[in-house]
C-alpha cells in the first residue's frame, strides 16, 4: 500500500506548500461535489462524471507529493470508485454515493483542519478509507499503517538473553487457559459491552502470556499486547481495525511460540501507543515513535476541530455575535446618555443574558459569566449609572467579543496573531496594528531593494547603501513584534555586513555579495507576504537567508 508509507515524521508536515495548493483543491473538491450532486438528482446525468474521477485523480497526485500521510490513499479510493461510477452508473447502489459523499466531507475538513491545528492525525482518516475500500473489494488499512517503514522499527533491540524459566511445551496447559479465557472475554469485548471481568480477562491473558515471552523473540510483541488490552473498557467503542488488532492477538495467543510477523507487531503497537496510560507512553517514547503517533488523549481533543463547526460555520456566528454586540452597544452608550429607549435598562438585560447564553454555547465559559453577571446588574439599575458601572459592563462586552475573535482565529486557516493575555485590550486595535506594522516593514524591506538595485545600476556608487543598514534594523525590530527572532536575528546579520563592507573606504562589492544580501531581504519579504495574506510560509525562509548570510560572512 504505497499510499500509506512514509519517512520521517508525519506529524509535521510543510504547511506552507498546502497554504498554496489548498485553493485549487478547494475548488476541485467543489467541482466534483457538484458532479455528484447532479448525477444524485439525474441518474441520467453523468456528463460530469469523468472529469470529476480525473479532478480527484489530480487530487490525488498532489497529496502524495505533499506527502500528507492517509490523504492519498483517501483520494485514491475516491477517485477509483468515481471511475466505477461513471463507467458502470447502473450498477452503484445507493451506500457508494453515501460513502463518496463522505470522502468529500471529511476530505476537505481534514486539509482545513492540518493547516488550523498545524499536525496531522492520520488515524482519524482510516474509518473512511476503510469503507470506500470494502466497497472497492480492496485490502483495508491495518491499525499500524503509520508504522510502515518507519525507521525506529528498523533497529529495534534485540530481546534479553534471559530465557523462560520452563520450555514452550511444559507451558501449554497454561497457555491452553489463557486463550480460552481471553477468546470468552473477547466476545463480550467485541460486542461493545464488556462487564468489568471481561477487561479483567483479557488484561491477566495478555499479561501472563508477556511474562511467558521474556526473553523471546516474541518479547515486544506480548509486551505491546499487555499495554494494548490494559483497561480496554476505556477505548470503547472500538474501531475495527483495533477490534481486528484484539482478534490477530487472539490467533497468536493460540499459536504462542510461533513467529509474528511484521504487519501484525506493527498492528499491535500501533493500538498499544496510542493507549492512555504511563506504560504505552513509556513504550512509545522507548521505540521512537512520539513522532509518529500519539494518544487516544490527544486525539480526543484535536478531533472537534475535524467533526465539529467548520470555518465557515465559525465565521457566520463570529459575525452574527459581532454584530449583536455591536447593537448593545449602541443601546448601552444611548441609555447612558439618558435617551429614551424601547425596553430601556431591562431590555437591555435580557439582550446581555442573550448575548451570554450564546457565548457559553461556544465554550467561551468565562466571558458568557462575565456577561451574565453585567446582566444581572443591568436588569437592578433604573436610571443612568456612574461611570465605573459603565466601564463594567463595557469590559463584559469587551471580553465576549474579544474572546469570540480569538476562537474564530482558531478555525482560520493561516490567521498568525500576536500574543494575547488580556481580555480587556480591543483585539481588533492589535491586529490593525499588526496589518499596519506588517505593510510598513514590506514597504521599508522595497525601499532597501530598489538601493541595492541602484547600486549595482551605478556601477557601484556607495551613497545608495547610506540608508540601507538603518532600514533593516528598523524591519528588524518589526520581526522582534511580530514574534519572529530569526527574522530580527537575520537582518541584524545583514544590517551589519553593510555598514562594514559599503563604506566609503570599502572595497566594490562582486555579484556574489549583491546576490547573498538580495536573497536575506527577499526571505524576509516572502515570510511577511505570507503573514499579510494568511499563508504562513513557515521558518523556511529564515533557514534560506541564514544560509546566504553564513556564505557571505565565510567568504
Not at 253 to 259: E, N
Not at 525 to 554: I, R, W
Request: charge should be negative; glycine fraction near 6%; aromatic fraction near 4%.
Amino acid at each position: 500500500m504505497p499510499d500509506t508509507q512514509h519517512s520521517g515524521t508525519p506529524l509535521s508536515f510543510d504547511a506552507a506548500s498546502l497554504h498554496i495548493v489548498k485553493p485549487e483543491i478547494d475548488v476541485s473538491l467543489q467541482q466534483i461535489e457538484a458532479a455528484l450532486s447532479s448525477y444524485v438528482d439525474d441518474s441520467d446525468n453523468t456528463a460530469g462524471l469523468p472529469d470529476a474521477a480525473e479532478a480527484m485523480e489530480q487530487i490525488h497526485g498532489i497529496l502524495r507529493l505533499l506527502q500528507l500521510p492517509g490523504t492519498p490513499a483517501l483520494a485514491g479510493a475516491m477517485a477509483t470508485l468515481l471511475k466505477k461510477v461513471a463507467d458502470t452508473p447502473d450498477d452503484i447502489e445507493e451506500s457508494d454515493l453515501y460513502a463518496l459523499g463522505e470522502g468529500l466531507m471529511v476530505l476537505s475538513r481534514y486539509l482545513e483542519f492540518a493547516l488550523l491545528r498545524d499536525t496531522l492525525l492520520p488515524h482519524l482518516l482510516t474509518p473512511t478509507i476503510n469503507r470506500l475500500r470494502r466497497i472497492l473489494k480492496q485490502p483495508l488499512l491495518r491499525e499500524g499503517q503509520l508504522l510502515e517503514g518507519a525507521e525506529a522499527l528498523n533497529s529495534l533491540p534485540a530481546p534479553s538473553q534471559a530465557k523462560s524459566s520452563l520450555p514452550i511445551e511444559q507451558h501449554k496447559p497454561v497457555l491452553n487457559f489463557l486463550s480460552r479465557l481471553y477468546k470468552n472475554a473477547l466476545v463480550a469485548v467485541l460486542s461493545g459491552k464488556p462487564a468489568q471481568r471481561d477487561s479483567l480477562a483479557l488484561q491477566t491473558a495478555t499479561q501472563q502470556a508477556s511474562a511467558l515471552a521474556g526473553g523471546t523473540e516474541d518479547e515486544l510483541y506480548w509486551q505491546a499486547a499487555a499495554a494494548a488490552t490494559a483497561d480496554i473498557a476505556q477505548c470503547l467503542p472500538l474501531t475495527d481495525s483495533r477490534k481486528r488488532v484484539l482478534i490477530q492477538i487472539q490467533q497468536q495467543l493460540s499459536r504462542f511460540g510461533s513467529p509474528v510477523s511484521a504487519a501484525d507487531l506493527q498492528d499491535v503497537l500501533g493500538f498499544a501507543c496510542c493507549r492512555d496510560s504511563d506504560t504505552a507512553s513509556t513504550l512509545r517514547d522507548s521505540l521512537g515513535l512520539g513522532a509518529i503517533l500519539v494518544s487516544d488523549r490527544t486525539t480526543r481533543e484535536q478531533a472537534p476541530y475535524l467533526f465539529g463547526p467548520d470555518t465557515l460555520v465559525m465565521k457566520t456566528v463570529s459575525d452574527l455575535v459581532h454584530e449583536e454586540i455591536s447593537s448593545i452597544k449602541d443601546q448601552l452608550d444611548a441609555l447612558a446618555r439618558g435617551d429614551a429607549v424601547e425596553g430601556g435598562w431591562a431590555g437591555l438585560a435580557e439582550r446581555f443574558q442573550t448575548i451570554g447564553h450564546t457565548v457559553g454555547m461556544l465554550n467561551q465559559t468565562e466571558p458568557a459569566t462575565e456577561v451574565h453577571q453585567a446582566a444581572s446588574q443591568l436588569s437592578q439599575w433604573t436610571a443612568v449609572p456612574d461611570q465605573d458601572s459603565l466601564n463594567t459592563v463595557m469590559d463584559a462586552l469587551l471580553i465576549a467579543e474579544n474572546s469570540v475573535t480569538l476562537l474564530e482565529k482558531s478555525y482560520t486557516p493561516g490567521a498568525v496573531g500576536l500574543a494575547f493575555n488580556n481580555m480587556r485590550i480591543s483585539t481588533h486595535q492589535l491586529d490593525e496594528a499588526r496589518k499596519t506594522l506588517i505593510s510598513e516593514s514590506r514597504g521599508t524591506l522595497g525601499m532597501a531593494m530598489r538601493s541595492l538595485l541602484s547600486f549595482v545600476e551605478s556601477s557601484g556608487d556607495m551613497l545608495h547603501m547610506d540608508n540601507v543598514p538603518v532600514m533593516l534594523e528598523s524591519v528588524g525590530g518589526a520581526m522582534e513584534f511580530l514574534q519572529a527572532p530569526r527574522g530580527r536575528d537575520l537582518l541584524k546579520r545583514a544590517a551589519s555586513y553593510v555598514s562594514g563592507h559599503f563604506g566609503p573606504e570599502a572595497k566594490a562589492p562582486g555579484p556574489s555579495v549583491i546576490a547573498g544580501l538580495a536573497d536575506a531581504m527577499s526571505c524576509i519579504d516572502y515570510y511577511l507576504e505570507g503573514l499579510e495574506n494568511s499563508k504562513p510560509a513557515g521558518m523556511k525562509p529564515f533557514t534560506v537567508g541564514e544560509h546566504s548570510m553564513d556564505q557571505l560572512e565565510a567568504a
